[in-house]
């Protein structure tokens, strides 16, 4: 398992007992075997059991995204270039803390708030009527230097993107055939990112096709939380 979360576990034990004293055995980004300790904390009764349930839910929660985030990294073959990133399908109020969990599981943070880059996707497209135009749009209005990306769907998008100087393609929803084909068409010019529909099994043979990135939404909406659990023992005193 991957741990994240644990400092988060922590600082909910210390806002309930500013005394308390914790000791973290496996940080954030390390590996934690089956039974072993993370986290050992030692506070008033009060604080432990007002505490519990939010740092297993911070723990377990985060664990899984970055363990989801590992198991994909690693499915990577050696050799191939490709990262693997999140997206903005977040947990309301958590984007941070999830995004920071993907990272520690190996993985790269696509961007963390829309100030980052333009993202130009299929509705910005239906609604100027094209991937030209929207680009062109998005020049307009965006700072200067502000990276532009264009999801598209069809190798003519791709190529209208690649006429309008867009910074990177998305290749949404594509086969690999069609993720192949593209590859050949924009020739190493400018970076290449695929998603939709991502799973374990296709990781591999999607970044032997040259791709820069591969974008999984399910990272972060659908990891499963790891197991994990709190026990209290009590600590003998003097006297």
């Given amino acids: 398992m991957a741990v994240s979360g644990a400092t988060a576990a922590a600082l909910a034990f210390r806002l309930c007992d500013r005394h308390a004293r914790v000791r973290v055995h496996v940080r954030d980004g390390q590996s934690a075997r089956p039974g072993q300790v993370i986290l050992e904390i030692r506070a008033r009764a009060r604080a432990l059991l007002t505490a519990e349930r939010t740092a297993l839910n911070f723990l377990g929660r ?3 995204i970055a363990t989801l985030t590992r198991r994909f990294v690693r499915a990577v073959p050696k050799g191939c270039r490709t990262k693997i990133l999140d997206t903005r399908k977040t947990t309301p109020l958590l984007r941070a803390l999830e995004k920071d969990a993907v990272r520690h599981g190996g993985g790269t943070n696509h ?14 497209v239906m609604l100027h009527g ?27 998008e791709l190529r209208e993107a690649l006429d309008s100087r867009a910074d990177r393609v998305l290749l949404d929803n594509m086969s690999i055939a069609l ?16 998603s939709g529909g991502v799973t374990l099994d296709r990781i591999a043979a999607l970044a032997r096709l040259g791709v820069d990135f591969i974008s999984i939404g399910a990272l972060t909406h659908s990891a499963p939380a790891a197991k994990l659990s709190m026990n209290i023992y009590p600590v003998r005193t003097r006297g």
Avoid at 111 to 124: A, P, Y
Avoid at 130 to 144: D, E, I, Y
């Fill in 130 to 156: 094209g991937v030209g135009r929207a680009v062109r749009a998005a020049r307009r209005t965006s700072g200067r230097g502000m990276p532009i990306e264009v999801e598209v769907g069809t190798l003519d």
């Fill in 62 to 64: 985060l664990s899984g």
């Fill in 111 to 124: 961007r963390r708030t829309l100030s980052e880059s333009v993202l130009i996707k299929d509705n910005h």
């Fill in 179 to 194: 993720v192949r084909r593209a590859v050949q068409i924009v020739a190493g010019r400018i970076p290449i990112e695929v």
